[in-house]
């Protein structure tokens, strides 16, 4: 009989098991702490390797948020290929996972867009015994609204600055594949209680406002035809662009950064430099795309007005 209330059929009148669906939450500085502590919790040390995608940025300034850590505990990296449109080489991800046995791979979700071959590279990465981090410094809202990504992993990063106006602030979550052990670790170190509220902001609306701005740029590009490209040709459901890239087809793109940010309008490179430890003979794809790309803002504080005046600009100094 399945009308027991005491068996196994029963239904309750509240959710009780706090582990269903439970995301463990640790705050930091940045996301480049929350990755230094989850690299040491798990004791990722030297002789082991790490397994990166090859587009990672390096600044004079900050260095490479995502490398460094990588570095600061003397793991090996290893890195996979993407192509000019920075999709993910899913064979040579494969092989680099079978032949080198990285102790955890990175995903990144670039600017928001996680790549389509993500959730099936994690789930392989897992089954062959390899920890999976997705890096979403630029994907807090596709995961959070949008849903879209953050959940293949073993772990997760954000990075609050990157998304809400707060001048610094990391997020790590474990999933639930993490041991005790691991979260024991990190939760000594957790700085959740000295964290901005970003909980205070509406994420749906900051979601719908990015979403409206980058889909009226996309709907601009006619204008921009043989000046610049969209590196993602749509705004995928569930996507929320934390800035939209394009690819400079005629002028220099350092030239037309500098011009633009002078005519007032905010523009960035992600990632103008790549770290050294990505050889431009071995990755030419990737320092093809680093030296073209340009980031266009689509922030919520950018009202449909100005992404007007700014295409026009674009238009003018491309």
């Given at each position: 009989m399945t009308d027991n209330l005491c068996g196994?059929?029963?239904?309750?009148?509240?959710?009780?098991?706090?582990?269903?669906?439970?995301?463990?939450?640790?705050?930091?500085?940045?996301?480049?702490?929350?990755?230094?502590?989850?690299?040491?919790?798990?004791?990722?040390?030297?002789?082991?390797?790490?397994?990166?995608?090859?587009?990672?940025?390096?600044?004079?300034?900050?260095?490479?948020?995502?490398?460094?850590?990588?570095?600061?505990?003397?793991?090996?990296?290893?890195?996979?290929?993407?192509?000019?449109?920075?999709?993910?080489?899913?064979?040579?991800?494969?092989d680099k996972l079978l032949k080198r046995k990285p102790r955890l791979m990175v995903l990144i979700h670039y600017f928001g867009y996680p790549d389509p071959n993500a959730a099936y590279l994690a789930a392989f990465a897992r089954q062959n015994g390899v920890c999976v981090l997705e890096d979403e410094a630029h994907a807090m809202l596709s995961d959070l609204v949008g849903g879209v990504c953050g959940r293949s992993g073993d772990a997760v990063i954000f990075s609050l600055h990157k998304m809400l106006p707060f001048s610094e602030g990391g997020i790590l979550l474990l999933n639930k594949s993490f041991s005790e052990v691991v979260r024991t670790q990190i939760a000594a170190s957790d700085l959740s209680s000295d964290m901005p509220p970003?909980?205070?902001?509406?994420?749906?609306?900051?979601?719908?406002?990015?979403?409206?701005?980058?889909?009226?740029?996309?709907?601009?590009?006619?204008?921009?035809?043989?000046?610049?490209?969209?590196?993602?040709?749509?705004?995928?459901?569930?996507?929320?662009p934390q800035t939209l890239p394009v690819i400079t087809l005629r002028k220099n793109r350092d030239e037309l950064y500098f011009e633009m940010n002078d005519a007032g309008f905010g523009v960035v490179s992600l990632y103008h430099t790549l770290i050294a430890q990505i050889d431009a003979q071995e990755f030419p794809e990737s320092h093809a795309l680093a030296s073209r790309i340009l980031n266009l803002p689509v922030h919520q504080d950018v009202e449909p007005e100005q992404l007007t005046a700014m295409i026009a600009k674009l238009r003018e100094l491309a």
């Open positions: 196994t059929m029963s239904v309750l009148k509240t959710a009780r098991l706090r582990s269903n669906c439970l995301r463990s939450t640790f705050g930091f500085r940045s996301a480049r702490e929350a990755f230094q502590h989850l690299l040491s919790a798990y004791r990722i040390a030297a002789g082991d390797a790490v397994l990166l995608p090859s587009f990672i940025g390096w600044s004079q300034r900050e260095g490479s948020g995502v490398y460094d850590p990588v570095a600061n505990v003397g793991a090996e990296p290893i890195f996979y290929r993407i192509d000019e449109n920075l999709s993910i080489d899913a064979d040579d991800v494969k970003f909980w205070e902001y509406d994420l749906h609306r900051i979601a719908s406002v990015r979403r409206r701005n980058a889909e009226q740029l996309i709907g601009a590009m006619a204008e921009l035809e043989g000046y610049v490209k969209l590196l993602f040709p749509s705004l995928p459901p569930g996507v929320v």
